[in-house]
Every structure is written in C-alpha cells, then in structure tokens.
C-alpha cells in the first residue's frame, strides 16, 4: 500500500490517517492567523453521565458572567476582566449547550436539577482583559475566548475496543460480566440460548443487543465506570442503527460471514470505523485542554467494586489524552491536552473539613492510573469542587461530641435534613487496598449516606453567580494562565 507504515504493533498509518493529519494542519493554519490576533482556547468538560457536567458547565459560565464569587480567579481579584459575554459559537455540527435552559432550571422559584443530556454540545464565553501595572501602557485590551465542550466520558472509554478484535473484545465483556453476577444473569442467559454459527436473524440480533444493553445499564447504575460500548448507553442519534446492534458472542470454531457472528463482526468493525473513530478525530483531537469530572463520593457510596472500577476507568482515560507512539490517535492528535484537571464532583454533600480527604482519595486514584499509563507531559491536578452549592454546614452535639453535618432539602420528598454522611479515611489506601482486593463491602467503620438533594430555592431576586465550592479554583487552573 503507497504511503502506509506498519509499526511494530502492528497498526498501519493508512492513507486515510495521513489525509486527517493533512487536514488537520491545514485546519490549523487557516485558525492559526485569526488565533493570534484573538486567542481561542478549548476546554472539553468530561465525565460519565451524572457526574456533574452539565450543572458544572452552567455553573461555569454563570459564574464567569458574574464573577463575584471567583475571588480565587487570579485576573479577576487583580481587576484585569473588563467583560465577559456568550457569543454564538463558531461550529455548526455542535448544538450549542443549552446554557440559558439549564440555568433557567436551577434558577427558577421551582428549582430542579437540568435535564441529562447525552451528546456533544459546545458553547463559547470571551472574556476581555486589561493589563495593569508596568504593561499597561504597552499593550491594549486583549480578548480570549473559550470554546467550552461537553461530551459524554462514556465515549472515550470506547477507545481500547480498538485495539482489539471482535474476538477479544467478546471474550473480555463475557469475562467482565461473569465477575458482576446477578447483574449480566439474564443478558448471559439469552445468549446461551443463541447458535453464533447459525443463520443471522434480525429480531435475535436485536433481542441480544437489547439484552447487552440492559446489562450494561444495570451495571452502570450499580456504580461501575467501564460499560463499553459508549454509544449502547448514549446512543445520542444512532439509536437503533446496525452498528449499535450487535453484542458479544462466544467465537464458533469456523467463522462465515452469512452467520450471526459473522454479521456481529462486521457491526463491531462498522462501529469502531463508523462511530469512535469519526468522534475523536472531529471533536477530541482539538481540545487543548481538559476536566474529568469524577463522581468520586457515588463511587465509594456504591461500594469497593465500584472503586476499582473508576481507577481502571481513569487509567483507560488517561491513555486517550497520551496515546503511545504507534497508536492511531498520536496520528490525528498533532496537538496533546496541555492540562487536565480532574474533579470530585458534589463536594457539598460532605462537610468541608472533609474536603482535602475527598482530593486525597481522588489523587491516589489518580497516582495509580498515571503509573498504569506510564504518565508523562501534560500538568494534571485533582481537587474536589461543587459546581452548585445545595447544602449548608451545621455542627451538632451528641453525646458530649461535635458532629460535623450538612442541611439540606432531601430530592425525593421535599424534607429538610441535616445529616452526618459519615468519615473518608486520612489514608486513602484504607478504600483503595479493599477495592483493589475485590472486597464485597468497605471494611467496618466505613460507611456513608449520600442522599440526593434538591437544588436550593433562591434567596433574592439579584442573581450573584452560582453558590458554588472551589469553581474559581478550577477556573484558575484550566485558564488563568491565558488571561
Ligand atoms: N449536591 C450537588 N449535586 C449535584 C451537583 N452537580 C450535579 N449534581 C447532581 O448530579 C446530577 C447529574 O448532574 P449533571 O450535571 O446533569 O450530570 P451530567 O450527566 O454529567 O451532565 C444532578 O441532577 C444533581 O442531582 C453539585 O454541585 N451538588
Ligand atoms: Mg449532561
């Protein structure tokens, strides 16, 4: 084949990848000469869905639009932002996120949380500055403007299936779902049911798929990270298509492509060619920087198994943004994430004295990853944060000791309550070790209560932001250094 390499690996740099990277340099030339003269900066906001991002995003931008609770926002408390505004933003295939829905939501005197969302969306904020000091009568007001998108994490996890065959990939989800039990019983029923080398009949191939997808389903809520394919859970327009509908099968010993497995091959392929590939060429690959929201506290509420699978989920992560030398992403990706900021979502729901334990846990989990992924280059940071601020602090005596509790209005039933959600461990090996070991439950002592509340009623009519926990923190660090 003209112009391809094969690499040791064994993966070719086909035609079709050095057309991306043509394409991308030409892409980045014509931006180029408009981004000098107006810098544009491009944050991706991931996590799984119901980590947090949609509230983070609205909570951003609110927050950025009135920034009088951003004290920690450094150009900010020195006086340098002149103004903020939203303008349209510059690609077309994106929606745009629903900023002014979503903020109407939590804003409204029946406050509720923004509906889920379950695709890309992008949105753009410029900001102005000034210069103070010495540089100010050398240089004129200058405007950086941010292109803020949101994709689903789920979509990134999609990223190992293709390194691997049909036949692996199969081999592993049966042996994944054979350590979740009563979760993948009946998807794993059904398919001993079905003759891989017999005929494909649409209506199984779709009854399995089902099947696949309901397991997949249940084991996300059941607080497990890896649930891969992406697109199974958030099919965002592909609901129903073929290339959504195959599931794993045990490999017959011939393999011919007019048989169901054959026809689940040729989907699996369609998929990884079709759907992941296309999504991180077009949107992954112009991101320069980045933040994981992490429902780290859901996590541990959900129980070790849950853990151990966000550390292998966040290993998995950190490898899409440092592909190795012969993966096909360092191909498409010319630039690399400069800066990724990883954040425990909904630290409101634990009381701050609470928080560093919380960062703790989440740089552990990080530690580990990086090790995993053979970590080098981009400036990473974990902290905790809430985007929206839904509880108040409150201490107790009981039984002649402090108890440190959070109030709040309780989701399901209206019902104000003031609760002690329990104690992280200092040490966040005493969670890590456990998760790592496969326990069935934490340890004695270890145990929380996480209820969901509701967004709280607004005070006064003058809207100052967002009540939020360390949103400037992350603000600062994702672009402080570009104003
Ligand atoms: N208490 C609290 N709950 C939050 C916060 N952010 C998100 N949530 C909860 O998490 C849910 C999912 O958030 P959302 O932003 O829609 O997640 P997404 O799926 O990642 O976009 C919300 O409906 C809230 O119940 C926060 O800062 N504080
Ligand atoms: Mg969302």
Known sequence: MIGARKSSKGNRLGIADIADQIARVIDDTQSGAKEMLEPVVRIGVTGLS????????????????????????????????????????????????AYETHLQALNSTNPHWPESTSSISQLRISLRTRPVGLLKSLRGPSTLHIDIVDYPGEWLLDLPLLKQSYAEWSEAAMQQAAVRGDLAKDWLETNLGCDPSGALDEPEAQRLAAAFTSYLRAARQAGYSNCAPGRFLLPGDLNGSPALTFAPLP???????????????????????????????????????????????GAIDHGPAAVEDLRVALSEILTSFRPGKNHFLSAITGKKVEKILFAATKADHIHHTQHPKLAGFLEALLSDAKDAANWKGAQTQALSLAALRATVEQTAKHEGETLELVRGVLQDDGKEVALHPGDLPADPARLLTPARQGAEQWPEGISYILPNFAPPAATDKVMNGIAHIRMDKAAEFLIGDKL
Do not use: C, W
Not at 78 to 89: D, K, S, V
Not at 262 to 274: I, L, P, S, V
Not at 286 to 294: E, G, P, S
């Open 50 to 97: 119901r980590a947090g991002k949609t509230v983070f995003i609205t909570s951003l931008v609110a927050n950025l639009l009135d920034r009088t609770r951003m004290p920690q926002l450094k150009a900010q408390s020195e006086g340098r932002i002149t103004a903020t505004f939203l303008q349209p933003q510059p690609d077309d295939t994106i929606p745009r996120f």
């Open 251 to 297: 490999r017959p010993s011939k393999v011919r492509s007019k048989t169901l497995y054959g026809a689940f091959e040729h989907r699996f392929e369609a998929y990884k060619k079709q759907v992941i590939k296309p999504f991180f060429r077009n949107h992954f690959a112009k991101i320069d920087r980045q933040i994981v929201l992490v429902d780290a506290l």
